[in-house]
């Protein structure tokens, strides 16, 4: 069974923000393997409206798609995108082989504002109606406490100008109850995927999806078996792994 990939991108973001993940994820499982989704309103040079329903269906279209096509559906979610991947888990009772959250916010306070109108210089400004509309599902979303067999991985650059590091920590202890992996970027920024740290950040998607990908057989049982036969201290760890 191959691997259908849906990327979504943050709410004042666009399809660039992953597209060097995007690129190389077509490269190691195939184009039609991967789409990089274009949120409602995002295709123009107008400013877009928050439009939760209009935003889970494109994802639902994507999802749909490839569940057609009976394959392994990974959801990857930059910023607010993240949060769009767990509200359309939520409302469809949808269960994807793979989420990853990639600097994702889980609550908006007043802390927030100095950050967004720096993340936002030279930007146009975006409706008070949208924002408030954009906090509120962030917050509901992020208060939320999802099932400990929902396979994820939280990926945060630790230099996240936007969302702080320990948001990160929160969605693993917090919402994923300890079950999720947690990977810390060096040096990378929110645009984690552009810039410092990026392409460490490209490899750990990619081998969380190689694990995905390549099932898990026999061969690699018989492996952990001799290993922890040598090692009985990494019994505990492999088990776990």
């Given at each position: ?6 990327l ?56 749909d ?11 990857i ?12 888990i ?34 146009a ?27 994820a ?13 320990q ?41 969380a ?11 690699d ?20 792994s």
């Amino acid at each position: 069974m191959s691997v259908g990939i849906v990327l979504i991108h943050g709410y004042t973001g666009s399809p660039g923000n992953l597209q060097p993940l995007a690129r190389q994820l077509a490269v190691n499982f195939g184009n039609d393997s991967v789409k990089s989704i274009c949120l409602p309103g995002h295709s123009t040079n107008e400013t877009p409206l928050f439009d939760e329903p209009k935003f889970l269906d494109c994802i639902k279209a994507a999802a749909d798609l490839y569940k057609k096509e009976r394959r392994k559906i990974i959801l990857i979610g930059h910023s607010t995108g993240g949060v769009l991947a767990l509200s359309f888990i939520l409302k469809y009772s949808f269960a994807p082989h793979l989420l990853i959250l990639v600097s994702a916010p889980k609550r908006i306070d007043v802390s927030y504002m100095e950050r967004w109108k720096k993340h936002r210089t030279g930007r146009a400004e975006m409706p008070f109606s949208s924002i408030a509309k954009m906090v509120s599902l962030i917050n509901h979303v992020g208060a939320q406490r999802f099932n400990n067999k929902l396979p994820a991985l939280i990926l945060h650059g630790d230099q996240d100008e936007l969302v702080p590091l320990q948001e990160a920590d929160e969605w693993r202890k917090n919402s994923f109850n300890n079950s999720a992996r947690l990977v810390i970027i060096p040096s990378a920024g929110h645009d984690i995927f552009r810039g410092a740290g990026s392409a460490p950040a490209v490899d750990v998607i990619l081998r969380a999806v190689s694990d995905i990908a390549v099932p898990f057989g026999k061969q690699d049982r018989k492996t952990i078996d001799t290993l922890t036969m040598v090692e009985p201290e990494l019994k505990k760890f492999l088990a776990v792994s």
